[in-house]
């Protein structure tokens, strides 16, 4: 268990429609991230967030938006959904902002659009 | 953008020693090396990070010519329990932030 919770851990949804995908770090953790794996594009960096503030931005659409809230738990909007969308979105979190620091992954939320 | 060369798969069988090697060419000078273990649907797994020369810990050794142009990730008597997808990551910080680029990994299939 890598302290880092995610959820739901599936979620099945039509195309058009707009989820919301929660994850809590580690407790002292201040930095979140979040990742896309599907099959074809293998796992992409989407966005950071540190204390509050995005810190880096990564392969990110557009219809997709992210934010961290004062007590540190990070939420992941994707609106408009495509049949692309499907994928596994993980979470991850550490103490920092630079590379040097370990990230702990969450279980991930697998998104499957209909 | 810092990019990974990996291979796509390997094999092995139990108690033998596995060294899967990551090319990253154009690497920065401050970037760090680190290498994730994933099984099937599970968030990756950190397993070792090194800068250079060599990095040992209870799992793992992580080698680091002084080029620093590529790394193996050595894991000792591999057991059937060690069969996932193994990434190497490299920073990018050339555009002021750290941007974390995880290559397409290396599936090690440990046989019995």
């Known amino acids: 268990d890598s302290g880092v919770t995610q959820t739901p851990k599936h979620l099945i949804t039509a195309t058009g429609q707009r989820v919301t995908l929660r994850c809590s770090p580690r407790s002292g953790d201040l930095s979140v991230y979040w990742y896309q794996q599907s099959l074809d594009q293998g796992l992409q960096f989407l966005i950071q967030?540190?204390?509050?503030?995005?810190?880096a931005k990564g392969n990110i659409l557009e219809r997709f938006s992210a934010q961290q809230f004062p007590d540190l738990h990070s939420e992941l909007n994707l609106s408009s959904l495509e049949l692309g969308d499907s994928a596994l979105y993980f979470c991850?979190?550490?103490?920092?902002?630079?590379?040097?620091?370990?990230?702990?992954f969450g279980p991930g939320t697998r998104l499957t659009v209909t | 953008l810092a990019k990974t060369t990996q291979p796509i798969s390997m094999d092995s069988y139990e108690g033998q020693e596995v060294n899967i090697t990551c090319s990253h060419n154009n690497i920065a000078t401050n970037d760090y090396i680190t290498w994730y273990q994933q099984f099937p649907s599970q968030g990756p797994r950190f397993i070792i990070q090194?800068?250079?020369t060599k990095v040992t810990n209870e799992v793992a050794s992580l080698f680091i010519p002084a080029d620093r142009k590529s790394s193996t990730l050595s894991l000792p008597r591999v057991s059937l329990s060690d069969t996932a997808v193994y990434y190497c990551?490299?920073?990018?910080?050339?555009?002021?932030?750290?941007?974390?680029?995880f290559g397409r990994g290396t599936s090690l299939i440990v046989h019995p």
């Open positions: 090194g800068y250079k």
């Open positions: 991850a979190s550490s103490i920092g902002t630079s590379e040097s620091y370990e990230q702990y």
């Open positions: 990551l490299v920073g990018d910080a050339s555009g002021g932030s750290y941007i974390p680029t």
């Open positions: 967030y540190y204390n509050g503030e995005e810190r």
